[in-house]
């Protein structure tokens, strides 16, 4: 299991419009082959950067999706709205301290 964290600072004018269409595809994203699901993280202090937080089987699933018609649709659309570019990790799991949901 990976899990990938993607930073998007969006143009303060265009943050409402990203977080309507999340609204759209938020579900779309989360139950892609292989994906364990998918969070949307909102910085306290400076409301138009927000992170994904994606679980996924392997690199492999990831950049299936990364591949796939969804993603083909989704990036393009939301990339004219950002004010920097996005940053992206991809980590493994070496400790977790969460109680389990």
């Excluded at 909102?42 to 492999?60: A, C, G, L, N």
């Amino acid at each position: 299991m990976i899990t990938r964290i993607v930073k998007l600072h969006f143009q303060e004018d265009r943050i409402d419009d990203f977080l309507h269409f999340f609204e759209e595809i938020k579900w779309k994203v989360a139950k892609q082959p292989n994906c364990g699901g998918m969070k949307l993280l909102r910085d306290k202090h400076h409301p138009e950067i927000v992170f994904t937080y994606s679980h996924w089987r392997d690199e492999e699933a990831l950049e299936t999706y990364r591949r796939s018609e969804l993603f083909a649709q989704v990036w393009p659309r939301i990339k004219p709205w950002f004010k920097e570019r996005a940053e992206a990790w991809t980590v493994e799991c070496h400790f977790n301290g969460f109680e389990e949901a």
